[in-house]
């Protein structure tokens, strides 16, 4: 293979006439299936809309409305002026939603792989925006409740108790404790009540998957005290081959449980208290090569066939991975018009150890004149995070003004002892290069304030203006030692120490407006800008490229409708944005004032933009019948990014007018449920959806070798549920088409070395479970 990197209009030339015709009737088939749901329609957390009643005919229901929470307070979606996707209960039950990346494809902008380090370790994209390294701050903020959650390591695993997800698009800032320049995701777990209520499920299928599940609530003391606990437990077989271990790999093996306490003493307080932590010893990801080395050495290497999902990682699997965290939130009214809450929250969460390996490729000689067996490239990590976050938050409503505002505080200590090396014959040395610890600790101190207010000009008019000023400020402390093979601590001109600290200040508005042009159609259009704190290079190989970057700047033009027809059987969403961005954070050339030489590290591409629209529909043409579909285009560019990659003045690389990493160009979706008209007692449902996004590159030069071609997933299951209710006995099958592609495609440090994740492979799990 070599290496191309087309222009941009021709990449998109290509794109228009690439388009998926396959993908069209893949989702034209998958609508004639009996019913379509998607992920951003829940049945759940819906209440009737008696503005406009449903047709009397009884031939047709009504799609009901959905109560979020995207403003911080209770809202119709319909009427929510921002671009916000949820899933509820219902689609987390009838899809067999286990984790996050159950959700990739599903809703319109939103990037997910179906891979990670761990199964707690999840990288999320917005609109062509995200990190792919875990170890520094996300562009797609994670809440847990009112949770702010720093970093993408040892994040959310199961959704065993979430009343929904809610998925915001564009920055979010003015309303929530942290900034994010992409958009964020919020875990929204149940709140324990008086009324006993238990649910729970058991699941067997393919690799020897065996989920548990439990949740139960009710009142310890009536009136006063209630209390809710769920329990999970998931746990399958690996879904790679590893010939040289001759065992499966990428295995999921996590346990965890949540603890909620609701004390009400009067109508106008309320205490909420939670406790959670979940266990990880699944094993870390084995990564599938496009060419495994079969035979010779690492200098003159011999190739064999490829193999889907398919590891010659030689390390044995070692994950031992935990989080855990406590929260409080204090809820007073002080009059009807005003409430203040204060929200206090402490985590923590480690790595340690997990051992990872990046190549895929089993131990080879390293030449025929230096023949010790080396792992291409191998990782030792220990991290440990622990952070402290207090939020004083004052919500009002006076006349035709509602406001929300507060105060934000974030403490954080993230530290990282991280082993690793990459060899590599090319070099030309006579012996492999020594592994290199690096072992930095990075502690954070963020200060906010926010304010969010909306004007109701007139019953159809509404006017809003938000801000928010942060200052964050970081110390680093920094240490590169070079080691032996087993990790030795050995003495060499290229260990170095570094401390540095920096502070960054920010102010981030918005301006708004909304208009129900009628009772069933709702526009809005907003300008928000966003932010990603800054912060120092985690990943320095010397003391040169130990270096700050810049914080990360959005300014986000958007516009929207939300409407609904025929009598509420037809919804149509759509939304339309440009986000404008500025020191956007990537790996680059620079010079480096320590030497005044081109280091690669990490620092900002001067500008970039992506821009397109998103499209979400819902149909509900009988009592029994939901079908939806959704769509999103998506087109990004590097506008000004000279120095990508390069080691002098003379070969720098640009990638200029190239496309974002992991920025799929078209996202379409299909889904549905269809509750079978059987003369059986009780009810048979049949659910299925469909999800294809188009090609997209996993690097910021756009490599031929690093393309991810187009893929397409079939998902479907039957339930029944026997008269009474209360049981409900389902069969899920997970891409019927055993479809394997890549998620990310890298390469590894030596000739012709193409490796990534892989996707699971056909599953089929059955359920029983009950509620009560």
Do not use: C
Not at 597 to 603: E, H, M, N
Not at 625 to 633: G, P, Q, R, V, W
Not at 650 to 659: K, P
Not at 671 to 700: I, K, Q
Request: net charge neutral.
């Amino acid at each position: 293979m070599t290496a191309s990197n087309p222009t941009a209009p021709e990449r998109s030339a290509r794109a228009f006439t690439r388009f998926p015709r396959k993908a069209l009737l893949l989702l034209a088939g998958a609508s004639l299936l009996p019913g379509m749901v998607l992920a951003d329609t829940p049945n759940v957390a819906t209440k009737a809309d008696t503005s406009d009643p449903t047709p009397q005919d009884g031939s047709a229901s009504a799609v009901g409305d959905i109560v979020v929470t995207a403003t911080r307070r209770e809202s119709k979606l319909q009427s929510t002026p921002v671009a916000v996707s949820v899933l509820g209960q219902g689609e987390i039950a009838a899809h067999n939603t286990i984790t996050a990346r159950d959700l990739a494809g599903q809703i319109p902008g939103f990037f997910i792989a179906q891979s990670g380090i761990t199964p707690s370790t999840q990288i999320f994209y917005i609109r062509g925006i995200g990190n792919s390294d875990p170890i520094f701050d996300p562009s797609v903020a994670v809440y847990l409740d009112d949770t702010y959650l720093p970093r993408a390591i040892n994040g959310m695993t199961d959704l065993t108790d979430i009343e929904r997800v809610e998925l915001l698009r564009g920055p979010q800032g003015t309303l929530f404790g942290q900034n994010a320049a992409a958009g964020a995701i919020r875990y929204i777990t149940k709140t324990p009540t008086e009324k006993l209520t238990a649910k729970g499920d058991v699941s067997y299928g393919s690799y020897n998957t065996a989920n548990v599940h439990g949740y139960v609530s009710g009142a310890l003391i009536p009136g006063l005290l209630s209390a809710s606990l769920a329990v999970a437990h998931d746990q399958h077989e690996g879904y790679t081959w590893n010939p040289t271990l001759n065992r499966r790999v990428n295995d999921q093996d996590t346990t965890g449980g949540r603890f909620k306490l609701l004390f009400t003493p009067s109508s106008k307080f309320k205490a909420l208290i939670t406790l959670d932590g979940t266990v990880d010893h699944s094993s870390t990801a084995y990564y599938t090569p496009v060419r495994p080395i079969i035979g010779g050495t690492l200098a003159r290497p011999v190739y064999g066939a490829y193999q889907p999902n398919t590891s010659y990682a030689s390390q044995a699997p070692l994950n031992k991975s935990w989080t855990s965290g406590a929260s409080a939130k204090l809820s007073y009214e002080i009059d009807p018009h005003l409430t203040v809450h204060a929200i206090s929250s402490l985590r923590r969460f480690a790595q340690d150890p997990v051992n990872y390996n990046n190549d895929g490729q089993p131990l080879v000689p390293y030449s025929t004149s230096a023949p010790q067996l080396v792992s291409i490239s191998d990782n030792l990590i220990k991290y440990h995070e622990k952070e402290f976050t207090q939020e004083l938050q004052l919500q009002g409503q006076y006349g035709p003004v509602d406001f929300t505002g507060g105060l934000f505080y974030l403490y954080e200590d993230f530290s990282s002892d991280r082993i690793g090396y990459v060899v590599s014959a090319t070099a030309a040395s006579a012996n492999p290069a020594n592994p290199f610890d690096q072992i930095g600790d990075t502690k954070t101190h963020n200060y906010a304030a926010y304010l969010q207010g909306n004007w109701h000009a007139t019953n159809r008019l509404t006017i809003t203006l938000g801000g928010r000023y942060s200052t964050q400020k970081r110390q680093f402390t920094f240490a590169g030692i070079t080691t032996d093979f087993n990790g030795n601590p050995i003495s060499s001109a290229a260990n170095f120490t570094y401390q540095g600290s920096k502070v960054w200040r920010n102010f981030t508005p918005k301006v708004g407006l909304s208009y129900q042009f009628a009772p069933t159609i709702f526009g809005f259009v907003s300008v928000a800008k966003g932010v990603d704190a800054g912060g120092y290079n985690n990943r320095a190989t010397s003391l040169a490229s130990a270096l700050p970057y810049d914080q990360e700047t959005v300014t986000t033009y958007e516009a929207g409708f939300k409407t609904d027809w025929l009598g509420h059987r037809l919804r149509i969403n759509a939304t339309g944005f440009y986000n404008d961005y500025r020191n956007l954070q990537a790996t680059a050339s620079v010079i480096s004032p320590v030497n005044n030489t081109l280091v690669s590290a990490r620092s900002n591409a001067p500008k970039a933009h992506t821009a397109g629209f998103e499209l979400e529909t819902t149909a509900q043409p009988t009592s029994r019948l939901t079908a939806n579909a959704n769509a999103s285009y998506l087109l990004t560019r590097y506008d000004n990014f000279p120095n990508a990659g390069g080691t002098t003045a003379a070969n720098l690389i640009s990638v200029t007018g190239n496309q974002l990493p992991f920025s799929p160009r078209w996202q379409l979706s299909g889904g549905g449920s269809w509750r079978l008209p059987l003369r059986v007692p009780g009810e048979v449902s049949l659910n299925a959806n469909a999800t294809y996004e188009t090609s997209y590159f996993s690097d910021v030069y756009n490599y031929a070798q690093a393309r991810v071609p187009a893929q397409a997933y079939l998902n479907a299951g039957l339930s029944y549920t026997p008269a009474g209710g209360h049981w409900t006995l389902s069969v899920t099958g997970k891409n019927l088409t055993n479809h394997i592609a890549y998620q990310s495609i890298t390469w590894g440090g030596t000739p012709s070395l193409w490796l990534g994740p892989q996707n699971p492979p056909r599953t089929v799990v059955a359920k029983i479970a009950f509620a009560y």
